[in-house]
């Protein structure tokens, strides 16, 4: 067995290890991290695949971004564990069998693409950086692909934005357009007044005290 084979095996263990544990972890914050770990050892897989882009990809998008929303999201809210985890030994033993069902059609899947031989065109491609052959093939082969899911992407997240905004009444906020259309005379009202000058009150002397 050389090295990388042996690496493979030591980051395939911890990534089902901690995949394991994501699912069975009591604390949602500590599913969180092994998520985490899980993503990190996959890009080591990637990396022993020589699929370089794809595995700092996974780092820089997941772990780095994603994860760490989902981390404070997690530690921000007030979650109760005990009723999200009502009936989940019920549904374990479906939520398993449809588990391995997926595993296994993967494996099937996967496995006979690694059978078929690879066609003349891609010979060349192996002397080809990964980045740059993930690029040609991207915006040469799957360039309608990509821009059909960029266009659901845009779609998703005007759908999202749309659905979840909410006027509220007790929110003071500006509107730009009102604010452009404003005139001088609805700001600023000159009014001219006279000056009215108020006699000022003279207090009583001592004298006239006396006097009275």
Not at 50 to 69: D, N, T
């Amino acid at each position: 067995m050389d090295t990388t084979t042996a690496l493979f095996y030591v980051f395939s263990a911890v990534l089902l290890f901690a995949s394991f544990r994501v699912i069975t972890a009591r604390s949602p914050v500590h599913s969180a991290l092994y998520l985490v770990l899980a993503f990190f050892n996959a890009s080591c897989v990637w990396m022993l695949l020589h699929a370089e882009f794809l595995a700092i990809a996974l780092v820089l998008v997941y772990v780095g971004a994603v994860m760490v929303l989902f981390l404070f999201v997690v530690m921000m809210l007030d979650i109760n564990i005990d009723l999200l985890r009502q009936g989940f030994w019920k549904h374990f033993p479906v939520a398993g069998v449809v588990g391995a069902i997926i595993a296994l059609e993967m494996a099937w899947v996967l496995q006979r693409g690694f059978d078929v031989a690879a066609p003349k065109a891609m010979e060349g491609a192996a002397q080809m950086p990964n980045t740059k052959m993930l690029g040609v093939e991207i915006y040469s082969t799957y360039v309608y692909p990509l821009q059909i899911a960029a266009v659901l992407l845009l779609v998703g997240i005007i759908a999202a934005i749309a659905l979840t905004l909410r006027r509220r009444k007790d929110v003071k906020g500006q509107d730009p357009a009102q604010q452009v259309r404003a005139r001088k005379a609805d700001r600023v009202r000159i009014v001219k007044m006279a000056p009215v000058v108020e006699q000022p009150s003279v207090a009583p002397t001592d004298a006239s005290k006396g006097q009275a």
